[in-house]
C-alpha cells in the first residue's frame, strides 16, 4: 500500500511525501518521458485541489489554525491538529455546518464540556510519549530526498508506464 501526502514543489522529496517534478525536472527531458512527467503533475494537481478545498474547511471551522504560528514542539501541533481533524469529520458525519465556537460556550449559554459524545470508530493514532522523539538515525535529510525520489519515480511508472506514451510517439 502506498501512503503518502499530496504537497507542493516547495517541499522536499521524502518517502512520506508525493510532490510534482519541478520545471527543470521535466524540461530536463524530451519525447515520452516528459509528456508522463506532465501527466503525473497534471494528476497531482488535481488531486491537491480536492485537498485545498479539505484544509480551506478545516480553517474555517477552527478559524484559530489560520494563524497557527511557530511552536517549540512540533509533536504537540501535530496532536491539536489530529484533534481538530477528528472533531471536523465527527461535525460532518453529524451533518453540523457550522462553525464551531472556539469560546466553549454553546449559543444556549451551556459549556461545551457538558456534551458527552462517543467518539469510538474515528480512528486516530497514539503514540506513547517514550517514542514521540525517536527518529531512526538513517533518516538523513539525504535519505529522505533520495527515498522520495525513488518512491515518486516508482509511482510515475505505476500510474503512467512509459511503454503507454511510447505507442503515442
Known amino acids: 500500500m502506498n501512503i503518502f501526502i499530496v504537497v507542493e514543489t ?21 519525447g515520452a518521458e516528459r509528456k508522463r512527467r506532465l501527466a503525473f503533475n497534471n494528476r497531482l494537481s488535481s488531486i491537491r485541489v480536492f485537498i485545498e478545498h479539505a484544509f480551506g474547511l478545516l480553517k ?48 444556549d449559554g451551556s459549556s461545551d464540556s457538558d456534551i458527552d459524545v462517543d467518539v469510538t470508530g474515528y480512528g486516530g493514532i497514539v503514540v506513547p510519549a517514550e517514542d514521540q522523539d525517536r527518529v531512526p538515525t538513517y533518516e538523513t535529510d539525504n535519505w529522505h530526498r533520495d527515498e522520495g525520489s525513488l518512491k515518486r519515480l516508482a509511482m510515475l511508472d505505476e500510474l503512467f508506464p512509459l511503454t503507454d506514451f511510447l505507442e503515442h510517439e
Open 60 to 107: 474555517n471551522r477552527f478559524l484559530s489554525l489560520k494563524d497557527f504560528g511557530r511552536h517549540q514542539k512540533i509533536q504537540e501541533v501535530y496532536r491539536v491538529i489530529q484533534a481538530l481533524m477528528v472533531i471536523h469529520n465527527l461535525c460532518i458525519d453529524w451533518k453540523d455546518g457550522e462553525p464551531l465556537l472556539e469560546q466553549g460556550e454553546g449559543t
Open 10 to 30: 516547495g517541499y522536499p522529496s521524502s518517502p512520506y511525501t508525493l510532490r510534482p517534478f519541478t520545471e527543470p525536472e521535466v524540461e530536463a527531458h524530451h
